[in-house]
């Protein structure tokens, strides 16, 4: 059993920053993949970005690229998501996931915070 917890959300306006923090107990998160989601009002939850357990391999959605950075410390058994230049289209839960293998889909993923709110408006 590994139990996720997401800090690091806020109201920021757009073009700024945050980062956010999936801290694990429990399992090692090492063990595992782990990847980011994130859901706006109204709509589906949605892959923003994943990262292997070793930390080598990266994977975003398009509308991240560049903007995004997925990063871990296994020492700390942390996972975070550094969010720059962010857009209002960026509101939402985010929410980390643990899985044991790399995927962009939520079914995969075994073990799952209970998310943090993003806001980005003016």
Do not use: H
């Amino acid at each position: 059993q590994v139990q996720l917890v997401e800090s690091g959300g806020g109201l920021v306006q757009p073009g700024g920053s945050l980062r956010l923090s999936c801290a694990a107990s429990g399992r090692a998160l090492r063990r595992y993949a782990t990847g980011w989601f994130r859901q706006a009002p109204g709509k589906e939850r949605e892959f923003v970005a994943v990262i292997s357990s070793s930390g080598e391999t990266t994977y975003y959605t398009d509308s991240v690229k560049g903007r995004f950075t997925i990063s871990r410390d296994n020492a700390q058994n942390t996972v975070y998501l550094q969010m720059n230049s962010l857009k209002p289209e960026d509101t939402a839960v985010y929410s980390c996931a643990a899985s044991s293998i790399m995927s962009v889909n939520n079914y995969a993923y075994d073990y799952w915070g209970q998310g943090t709110q993003v806001t980005v408006s003016s």
